[in-house]
């Protein structure tokens, strides 16, 4: 089985220029000194290449790039909190029942203590991951419960249907450790978690889907890009595209 979600590129670009432009926005919320650096000499140019951009910045904002480096590691501490042992039960007439097990720095973790945790199911039709007719993805969050010992349980009674035979996956979710937000409801989360179980008779599937949304039309949605000109979304544009040529490279889906 070859699996690749490779729309996360997209996501992990664009996460990362909401983060730099959002702590730009929260760092002079209460300044009661704005800068317009549309009359700064340095800025006053047409810049090439991104990293001409950045050696401007760092005219005036010589430790910037440490800051947003510390930032960066702080943030989206990936294997962090590790679940394993994901496992899906369902007893009539209607409880369903998810267990897993969860550490956190190599310790057993109690999960309701969690900053967000969830629990979905998705069905798969044999080309995409939604139910027939469309619908929202099915919950399969109930009451949560740990041992102490990192083996927690979730027991829904009455609102889900038995998924064991569905061709599909199980997913849980979650992050802990929120250190802020950012306007567009971006949480800034250190440690994220997720795990996936497939149901049914297993998924067996390649994604390679690009999305047919271009970079501007998500961020000229928003507020506070709308200082961004034309030339700005092309450029953008062009390093979404980089990063998405070589996931695929990666992924060996060329």
Excluded at 53 to 75: K, N, P, R
Excluded at 110 to 138: C, H, L, M, V, W
Excluded at 140 to 157: E, K, Q, R, W
Excluded at 196 to 217: A, H, I, M, P
Aim: charged share 20%; glycine share 8%.
């Amino acid at each position: 089985m070859k699996t690749a979600t490779a729309h996360s590129a997209v996501l992990t670009v664009l996460l990362a220029l909401s983060f730099t432009l959002g702590m730009a926005d929260i760092a002079g919320a209460d300044d009661p000194v704005r800068v317009d650096h549309s009359k700064m000499p340095p800025l006053m140019k047409q810049f090439q290449t991104a990293s001409e951009v950045t050696q401007a910045c760092l005219i005036c904002h010589s430790d910037a790039g440490a800051e947003h480096q510390a930032a960066y590691d702080e943030l989206y501490q990936d294997g962090v909190i590790q679940v394993t042992d994901l496992a899906y039960s369902f007893s009539a007439p209607d409880t369903s029942t998810v267990t897993f097990n969860i550490t956190k720095n190599g310790a057993p973790y109690d999960a309701t203590k969690a900053d967000s945790i969830g629990i979905y199911f998705a069905p798969y039709t044999g080309t995409n991951f939604q139910f027939e007719p469309a619908a929202e993805r099915q919950s399969l969050m109930g009451d949560l419960t740990c041992d102490g010992a990192g083996a927690c349980t979730s027991t829904l009674v009455g609102e889900a249907p038995d998924v064991s035979n569905t061709p599909g996956l199980i997913v849980l979710y979650g992050r802990d450790e929120v250190v802020g937000q950012l306007p567009a409801r971006v949480r800034l989360t250190k440690y994220p978690f997720a795990a996936l179980l497939e149901t049914g008779g297993g998924v067996d599937y390649t994604l390679k889907v690009r999305g047919n949304r271009s970079v501007k039309e998500y961020l000229a949605a928003q507020g506070r890009f709308k200082h961004l000109k034309e030339e700005d979304y092309n450029r953008i544009q062009e390093m979404i595209n980089a990063e998405w040529e070589l996931l695929l490279r990666k992924a060996d889906l060329d």
